[in-house]
């Protein structure tokens, strides 16, 4: 049983598309964050968020605590991008916690 | 960045041998944690500390164990390594849990022939 659901496993676009990366949890949160991996490399925090929606550069991440769902959006998106994108929860169920999606394998194509 | 640092980075060894990895902090946060990255898996936790000598397993925990004696050290140590355990691990840490972001050190590879 996975705790958290990332859709698709793997997409290709076009440098300058609009992106859209999905995220399902099935658990009560305490916060959710997006962590960017590129390949050969470590993991970095892109996003913690527990309501709304926030934004950094092309980068946009929302949530809806009702659906239990959260998508991550890049505008304009460039080959500097292509990375393995994550979402994680953080559990009120079992205290300190995180509950990681199995990644979204991003390519940009010049 | 936070200052995490883990050590080796690499290392190839074999079955049965022990091996301790080394997750070296310089932010002073009290939680760390030690993940494993397999190939369709997302990260899992092997175990995790909530400070010095307080530790708790996670749900890999089998084959492996920890060590926290120092606030800025927490190391994992794989009693007698088998094949299954070939994997990249990663160190995190947290100023306090689960509402508070991680910040990851760089991974170790490690293969046990």
């Known amino acids: ?110 | 960045d936070a200052g995490i640092t883990q050590s080796p980075r690499h290392k190839v060894t074999e079955t049965g041998t022990p091996v301790t990895l080394r997750c070296h902090q310089t932010e002073n946060h009290r939680y760390m944690y030690w993940y494993r990255q397999d190939p369709g898996h997302g990260l899992r936790l092997i175990h995790y500390s909530y400070g010095v000598k307080d530790t708790d397993k996670g749900e890999v925990s089998d084959g492996y164990s920890v060590s926290r004696s120092k606030t800025e050290d927490f190391l994992l140590t794989l009693e007698s390594a088998t094949s299954s355990q070939t994997s990249v691990y990663f160190c995190a840490i947290s100023a306090s849990g689960s509402f508070y972001e991680q910040y990851f050190g760089p991974g170790t590879r490690l293969t046990v022939t």
Not at chain 1, 52 to 70: D, F, M, P, V, Y
Not at chain 1, 76 to 82: C, L, N, T, V
Request: aromatic residues 8%; hydrophobic residues 35%.
């Open chain 1, 1 to 110: 049983k996975n705790e958290v659901e990332q859709s698709p496993q793997n997409l290709t676009a076009q440098e300058g598309e609009f992106i859209t990366i999905n995220c399902s949890y099935s658990v009560g949160i305490s916060a959710l964050h997006w962590l960017q991996q590129h390949p050969g490399g470590g993991i970095v925090s892109l996003f913690m968020l527990s309501s709304g929606k926030k934004k950094h550069g092309r980068l946009i991440a929302t949530i809806n605590i009702q659906e239990k769902h959260s998508s991550l959006h890049i505008t304009a998106s460039h080959p500097r991008d292509s990375a393995v994108y994550i979402c994680a929860v953080s559990s009120l169920n079992t205290g300190n916690q995180f509950y990681f999606g199995t990644g979204t394998s991003l390519t940009v194509i010049p």
